[in-house]
C-alpha cells in the first residue's frame, strides 16, 4: 500500500489534485468564515478567500507538486511574480463566474461556489504548468536581448502618450480626459456601472439604471467586455476618467507590441530589427487608431488583428489553430462589432492566400472554417445574446441600401498623406482614416515593381486594397462592412484592414531594400510625387500636407537610393529609415491627437461628488419607505448619460444597443428621441406617473420646469419628489391591447388617460393663438400651426416663432422640425432655457393672459429650399389628471422585492384588467402570474403588458438574456473541443518526436 501511494505521488496531476484539494478548503473555510462572521460583501469575502488560497497554493505547489528546483533571489522572485500573475487571471474567473451564478443566475453560494472551483483547478493547473513552474528560466538580461522589439515599440508608444497627457493636462495629469465625442456621454458611465455591478452584487444580465431597464449582456458586448475594464475595480469611482485614459494609452501602445510579434514570426523564424519595431509604430500611431482610439473597446480588436493573422498563418501552413483561434474568440468577445469586420477580411484573406492547390484550398478551407467557427463559438455565450439583443434595436431592421458612390475618390486617397487631420466623427460617410507614413504611399509602387514579391502576391495585394478602397467610397459595401447598419457619424470603421496591408507591404519592400537600384527608387517616388499632385487637383491638399509631404518623400527617397547601394551598411540603414519613420509616425500622431482636443472632464463631472452624495440620501428615504420600486432623474444632465453614472433606476439612453421598441413609445410620449437614444427630455406629471419617476435631482443652474415637490437639499444638490408618483406596474383598461399611440403627443397622453382609466382628457391643445413669425436669414409665412421658412443661403438659420397668451393656464409647447439644433424659450423676453429641445414637449410654466412668449428655432446648417416646423401648444388641467391618477394607483403593483433584472410583488384587480409595466418589452422576460408562467404582451408599442384576472394576485417577472442559455451550451462544447483538438496534437506530436528519437 506505501509503495503504491508513492507511485501514485510520483505523478504531478496526483499531487497537484491533492494540493488543489487543500487550496479550495482555505478559500471555502476562509469565505464562509468571513460570511458568518463580518458584514462584509459576498464580493470582497470571496477576493480575500482567494487571496489567502493563493499565498497557500504557491508553497504547496512550488515544493510539492511541481517541485520547483530554481534558485537564486531572481529567478525565486520572476518564479512568484508568475505564480501570482496566473492566480490572478484565475481570480478574476473565479470573481466573475461566482458574482454571475449567485447574482445572475440567482444560484446559492455553496453550489456557485463549487462549481467554479472545478473550472479554476484547470485553469491553475495549466498555467502553474506551462507558465510557471518551469525547470528551465532564462535571465533578465537574456529575455530583453531575445525580445527587445517589444520592449522598445511599448516604451515608445506609452512614453508618447503619457507626454501628450502631461500637455495636455490629461487625467491622472490634470483635469482634461482623452474621453472625447460618445466615450464621455457613454462608455464613461456605462464603466461606472459595471464597477457598480461588480462591487455591489449586481446582475450582469439586466440594468435598471439604463433606459427603463435594459439587456445589460448586450450593453456589454458591445462597450464593457474588454478584461482592461476590470482595472476599474481597483480603483475608486471618482477615478474611472484617468483610469480609462490610462487603459486607452496601454491599448495604443499593445497595438505595437502585437504587429511586432506578427511582423518577427511572418516570415517564419523570429526576426529581430528596428524596422519591425518602425512599422509596429506606424501601426499603433496610424490615423485611424489617433481618429478611433477613444472607441477604446475597438482598440481590443486592433491589438488581436497581427495575432489573428499570425494564427492564420499557422492554421493554414503548419495546422495549429492554437493562436488564431484564442486571438479571433479575444476579439469576438471584446468587441463583436469589429469582431464581425475582422471575420468579414478573413474570408476575403482565405479566398486570396496562394493555397498552391485546389485540393489545398478545399483542405484549408475545412481547417479555416472549423477553426473560425469554434472561435465564433468558444464566445456564443455572448455572441447570441448580443444579436438577439441587437435585433431589438432601432438599428435591428436590416434593408440593404443601393449602390451609389459617396463622391469623388481622391478625397479617400488624399488621407493617405502626411499631416491629414484624423477623423474622430463627422457628417460625411465618405470620410475615411488612411495615413500610416509616407514610407507606405511609396511602398506601394515599390513592393508592385519588386522582382523579390511573388506576382501571386502582387496581384492578392491589390485586389484586396481595391476592394477595401470601393467600399470606403460605395454605400452598398460599405452597409455590409458595418454589420448591414449605417455608419452614424463614424465613417469608414474597418479602414484599419487597409493599414495593415499598406504595412505588410511596407516591411516586405524593407526586407528587401537590397534588390532594388536607384531607378526603381526614383520610380517610387515619381508615383507618389505624382499620387500628390494629381490629389491636390481633385481635392485640395492643404500647405502643410502638401509641405510635409515632400520633406519626408525626399528624405525617404535618399534613405531608399543609399540603401540599394553598399555605401552604407546594412544595419546603419535599418537606424537610420527606422528612425525617420518613427519620428514622422510620432509627429503626426502627436498632432492628430493635439488636433482632436479632449474633453473637459471637470466641466463635466464636477458635481458627481455632490450628485452622488444627494442621491445616497434618496435610495435612504426610499428604503425607509420601503422596497417599492422606483425611478430617478436629473432634472438637467452634463452628459446624455449622466443618470447611469450614478446609478440611477433612470428613464433615458443614448446607447447603441437601446431597445428599438422603447425608441418609439417614448417618442410618441412626447421626449427627445434619436436613432439610438431617448432622453428624460419631454416629461409631463402623465409621463412621470406613468414610467414610476418619484425623484428629480436639482444641481443649483439646473432649470427647473417640473412640477415636483422640494423636500432637502444635500451638498448644494435639490431632491424633489413627485407629487403624483406610480409603481413600476398598474392595472389598465384592456382596450389598451389595441391601442396604437398617434397624433401629436398631448393628443396621445389625452387618449392614453381615457383609454387606460376611461379618466377624461388633461390637455387642451390650443388652436385659437395667432402664431407670428420671424427671420433674419430666411424667407417664412405661416399656415396654422406649421412654420414655412426658405434660407437665403445654406448655412446657420434662426427662425423665431411667438404669440401672446390669450388665456391663464399651465402651457406645454412641443416643438417639431427635421434639423433643429437648439432652441430658446423665452416668456416676456426673459431666456428661460437655450438647449438641445427638439422633437419633445417643453413645459413653459403658469403663465397669465397677455404674457409674451417667443420660441427661436436654430438651424446650423440648412440647404436654401422650403422647409417647415410645427408647434404645438396646450395647457395642462391638474384636476382633471388627478382622477386619472386616483383611478390607476387603486390597482398599483405592490412591489416587496427587486432587483436587476428581478420584480416580485402583489396586486389586487377589480375586474378583468391588463397590468402595464413601463418595463421596455423584451422576450427575454418571464412572468409568473401566482407561480404559473404567464404570456405577456406589447402594449403601447413598446412596453411590457399582461392579463390579469379580478382579485389579489402575485407577480413574479425574471430576466434571462434571449439566447443566453444555448449560448453557454455551445460555448461549454467549444471549448471542451479546443481543449480535446490541442491535447490531442500535444499527444501526436510528443509521440512523432518519441518515434524521430528511436
Known amino acids: 500500500m506505501h509503495g503504491y501511494i508513492e507511485k501514485l505521488l510520483k505523478s504531478d496531476k496526483i499531487r497537484y489534485l491533492i494540493v488543489g484539494g487543500c487550496t479550495t478548503l482555505v478559500n471555502f473555510i476562509v469565505f464562509f468564515g468571513l460570511r458568518l462572521l463580518t458584514p462584509a460583501s459576498r464580493n470582497l469575502c470571496n477576493v480575500i478567500a482567494i487571496i489567502c488560497a493563493i499565498l497557500f497554493a504557491y508553497v504547496t505547489n512550488k515544493y510539492f507538486v511541481f517541485e520547483s528546483k530554481n534558485l537564486g533571489i531572481y529567478k525565486t522572485i520572476v518564479e512568484a511574480i508568475l505564480f501570482v500573475a496566473g492566480r490572478i487571471v484565475s481570480m478574476v474567473v473565479e470573481v466573475l463566474g461566482f458574482a454571475i451564478l449567485c447574482d445572475s443566475f440567482r444560484l446559492k453560494e455553496l453550489f456557485s461556489k463549487i462549481f467554479v472551483q472545478f473550472v479554476v483547478i484547470v485553469i491553475n493547473y495549466v498555467i502553474s504548468k506551462l507558465f510557471v513552474f518551469r525547470d528551465k528560466r532564462r535571465s533578465f538580461i537574456e529575455i530583453v536581448n531575445d525580445n527587445y522589439c517589444y520592449f522598445l515599440a511599448f516604451i515608445i508608444s506609452f512614453v508618447t502618450m ?90 495604443i501602445s499593445l497595438c505595437s507590441v502585437t504587429m511586432v510579434h506578427f511582423l518577427s514570426y511572418k516570415d517564419g523564424e523570429k526576426k529581430r530589427n528596428l524596422i519591425i519595431v518602425a512599422i509596429a509604430i506606424s501601426y499603433a500611431f496610424s490615423n485611424y487608431v489617433v ?32 493562436l488564431y483561434v484564442l486571438s479571433l474568440f479575444y476579439a469576438l468577445y471584446c468587441n463583436y462589432y469589429i469582431g464581425y469586420i475582422i471575420c468579414v477580411f478573413l474570408v ?12 489545398n484550398f478545399f483542405n484549408n478551407g475545412i481547417g479555416f472554417a472549423v477553426a473560425s467557427l469554434m472561435s465564433g463559438g468558444m464566445a456564443a455565450f455572448l455572441l447570441l445574446p448580443a444579436y438577439f439583443g441587437i435585433k431589438t434595436t432601432a438599428a435591428g431592421e436590416m434593408k440593404l441600401p443601393k449602390s451609389e458612390w459617396y463622391g469623388n475618390i481622391f478625397v479617400l486617397i488624399k488621407q493617405q498623406f502626411f499631416l491629414t487631420d484624423p477623423i474622430t466623427n463627422q457628417n460625411f460617410d465618405g ?57 452614424y457619424g463614424i465613417p469608414n470603421r474597418f479602414s484599419f484592414l487597409y493599414i495593415f496591408i499598406l504595412l505588410i507591404m511596407t516591411y516586405d519592400v524593407l526586407q ?20 500628390t499632385i494629381y490629389c491636390n487637383t481633385q481635392s485640395k491638399l492643404s500647405k502643410e500636407v502638401i509641405i510635409g509631404t515632400a520633406v519626408f518623400l525626399t528624405i525617404y527617397t535618399v534613405i531608399l537610393c543609399l540603401g540599394t547601394t553598399k555605401k552604407i551598411k546594412r544595419d546603419a540603414f535599418v537606424y537610420i529609415i527606422s528612425g525617420v519613420c518613427v519620428i514622422e509616425m510620432l509627429i503626426s500622431g502627436v498632432s492628430g491627437y493635439l488636433e482632436n482636443g479632449y474633453s473637459d472632464a471637470a466641466k463635466y463631472y464636477s458635481t458627481s461628488k455632490n450628485v452622488t452624495a444627494a442621491y445616497n440620501k434618496v435610495k435612504k428615504m426610499a428604503k425607509e419607505e420601503g422596497p417599492e420600486f422606483y425611478r430617478a432623474e436629473l432634472m438637467d444632465s452634463t452628459v446624455l448619460d449622466e443618470a447611469s453614472w450614478h446609478n440611477m433606476p433612470s428613464v433615458g439612453t443614448f446607447c447603441s444597443t437601446v431597445n428599438g421598441n422603447a425608441v418609439t413609445a ?53 431632491i424633489y419628489t413627485n407629487p403624483y408618483p406610480l409603481s413600476i406596474g398598474f392595472g389598465v383598461s384592456t382596450n389598451v391591447k389595441e391601442h396604437t399611440m398617434s397624433g401629436n403627443s398631448f393628443v396621445v397622453q389625452n387618449a392614453l388617460s381615457n383609454v387606460m382609466m376611461y379618466a377624461p382628457s388633461f390637455f387642451t391643445v390650443k388652436e385659437d393663438l395667432s402664431l407670428m413669425t420671424s427671420s433674419e436669414q430666411s424667407t417664412t409665412r405661416i399656415e396654422g400651426n406649421k412654420v414655412y421658412y426658405t434660407p437665403d443661403e445654406k448655412g446657420e438659420v434662426r427662425v423665431n416663432v411667438s404669440f401672446y397668451v390669450n388665456e391663464p393656464g399651465d402651457y406645454y409647447v412641443e416643438c417639431r422640425g427635421n434639423s433643429i439644433n437648439k432652441i430658446r424659450f423665452s416668456v416676456d423676453e426673459k431666456e428661460l432655457t437655450y438647449d438641445r429641445y427638439m422633437w419633445q414637449i417643453f413645459h413653459l410654466g403658469k403663465l397669465e393672459k397677455n404674457q409674451y412668449v417667443s420660441i427661436e428655432y436654430y438651424f446650423k446648417s440648412v440647404d436654401p429650399v422650403e422647409k417647415n416646423l410645427t408647434l404645438n401648444v396646450a395647457t395642462f388641467d391638474e384636476s382633471a389628471y388627478q382622477e386619472f391618477y386616483t383611478k390607476a394607483k387603486s390597482s398599483m403593483l405592490k412591489v416587496d422585492k427587486y432587483e436587476d433584472g428581478y420584480i416580485h410583488g402583489d396586486v389586487v384587480m377589480q375586474e378583468d384588467q391588463i397590468l402595464f409595466t413601463s418595463i421596455p418589452y423584451d422576450l427575454g422576460w418571464e412572468v409568473y402570474v401566482d407561480g404559473r408562467k404567464t404570456e405577456f404582451f406589447k402594449v403601447l408599442q413598446g412596453f411590457i403588458g399582461v392579463d390579469i384576472e379580478p382579485g389579489k394576485h402575485t407577480i413574479e417577472m425574471k430576466y434571462t438574456p434571449v439566447g443566453l442559455n444555448i449560448g453557454i451550451i455551445i460555448s461549454a462544447i467549444a471549448w471542451v473541443l479546443f481543449i480535446g483538438i490541442i491535447l490531442l496534437n500535444g499527444k501526436n506530436k510528443t509521440k512523432s518526436m518519441e518515434k524521430e528519437a528511436k
Open 162 to 251: 503619457i507626454a501628450i497627457f502631461i500637455v495636455q493636462r490629461i487625467a491622472p495629469f490634470g483635469t482634461h480626459s482623452m474621453t472625447i465625442v460618445d466615450s464621455i456621454h457613454q462608455y464613461i458611465p456605462f464603466y461606472s456601472e459595471l464597477r457598480d455591478k461588480l462591487l455591489n452584487e449586481g446582475s450582469l444580465f439586466y440594468s435598471w439604471n439604463i433606459a427603463l431597464g435594459s439587456n445589460f449582456v448586450s450593453l456589454a458586448a458591445y462597450y464593457l467586455s474588454s478584461p482592461f475594464n476590470l482595472l476599474f475595480l481597483i480603483f475608486g469611482k471618482e477615478s474611472i476618467i484617468a483610469v480609462a485614459c490610462i487603459v486607452m494609452a496601454i491599448k
Open 291 to 322: 481618429g478611433y482610439f477613444w472607441n477604446s473597446m475597438w482598440m481590443d480588436c486592433l491589438i488581436a488583428l497581427p495575432l489573428i493573422m499570425l494564427g492564420f498563418k499557422r492554421l493554414v501552413e503548419e495546422k495549429d489553430i492554437k
Open 348 to 359: 476575403l484573406w482565405f479566398i486570396t492566400y496562394n493555397h498552391k492547390s485546389i485540393k
Open 431 to 487: 470620410g475615411v482614416n488612411l495615413f500610416c507614413g509616407t514610407l507606405a504611399i511609396i511602398s506601394i509602387a515599390l513592393y508592385l515593381i519588386s522582382n523579390k514579391a511573388k506576382l501571386f502576391d502582387k496581384i492578392r495585394y491589390v485586389f484586396l486594397l481595391v476592394v477595401l478602397m470601393i467600399s470606403f467610397n460605395n454605400v452598398l459595401p460599405n452597409y455590409i462592412w458595418h454589420g448591414m447598419h449605417d455608419q
Open 512 to 531: 528587401e531594400i537590397r534588390s532594388y537600384n536607384i531607378p526603381l527608387i526614383l520610380a517610387g517616388t515619381m508615383f507618389t510625387v505624382a499620387a
Open 666 to 718: 417614448m417618442g410618441k410620449l412626447g421626449f427627445y428621441t434619436g436613432a439610438n437614444e431617448f432622453l428624460y427630455m419631454g416629461s409631463t406629471p402623465f409621463t412621470n406617473s406613468l414610467l414610476n419617476v418619484k425623484y428629480l435631482l436639482k444641481r443649483e443652474d439646473d432649470y427647473d420646469n417640473f412640477d415636483f415637490n422640494h423636500i432637502d437639499d444635500v451638498e448644494g444638490v435639490g
